[in-house]
């Protein structure tokens, strides 16, 4: 089965696995298919202590190729809101990954020990910005809610809202992809 797109028939898709199941190198051959520009949104903000975090990160960056343009610490609800309509019709937009977005909003609103629904603007802003969006967009985010239940409160907030979210975009966007051991099986 073909995973590629046209760039002249716009798409949002939505990108789900594990932790390292493929599911960011999936997207980034989805979006690289066609030799179209691709403005790769990255979600992660760079803690310079945390190593191990830095080396994945390295392994993103190293699998991009140099012609993708970057946009580092994104957000994507804001990057996509100001282009609704790409400059460039043929281009394609990738978010690397919702998870890391979501991580980053919890932390600015101090929501971690708040009531649920707390961060609840930021993504309705998100889905919003991914629902009106014109050009091709491929989204990465992270399936936790399959797992034991997170012992901690925090580790539950978060699995609870990823979920939430997760379906909200899944209903805004034209297609879905689960993957799983670097296979993807298509959902919508």
């Not at 979501?102 to 802003?125: K, Q």
Request: charged share 20%; net charge negative; aromatic share 6%.
């Amino acid at each position: 089965m073909s995973h590629s797109f046209s760039p002249a028939a716009a798409r949002r898709i939505l990108v789900l696995g594990g932790a390292r199941s493929g599911k960011s190198a999936f997207a980034e051959k989805l979006a690289g298919e066609g030799g179209e520009t691709v403005r790769y949104l990255a979600t992660a903000v760079p803690d310079p202590e945390d190593h191990d975090f830095a080396d994945r990160i390295a392994q993103h960056r190293s699998r991009r190729p140099a012609s993708w343009s970057t946009v580092e610490s994104a957000d994507p609800a804001t990057v996509l809101a100001e282009s609704t309509v790409p400059s460039n019709p043929s281009s394609v937009t990738l978010i690397d990954d919702i998870g890391t977005w979501l991580t980053a909003r919890i932390d600015a609103r101090e929501a971690w020990e708040a009531p649920r629904g707390t961060i609840s603007p930021d993504t309705d802003a998100l889905v919003a910005a991914v629902a009106a969006y014109q050009g091709t967009l491929v989204i990465v985010t992270p399936e936790v809610g399959m797992g034991v239940i997170p012992a901690t409160r925090s580790g539950r907030l978060f699995r609870d809202e990823i979920g939430i979210l997760n379906q909200r975009l899944a209903q805004a966007c034209d297609e879905a992809y689960f993957v799983v051991a670097g296979l993807p099986l298509r959902l919508k």
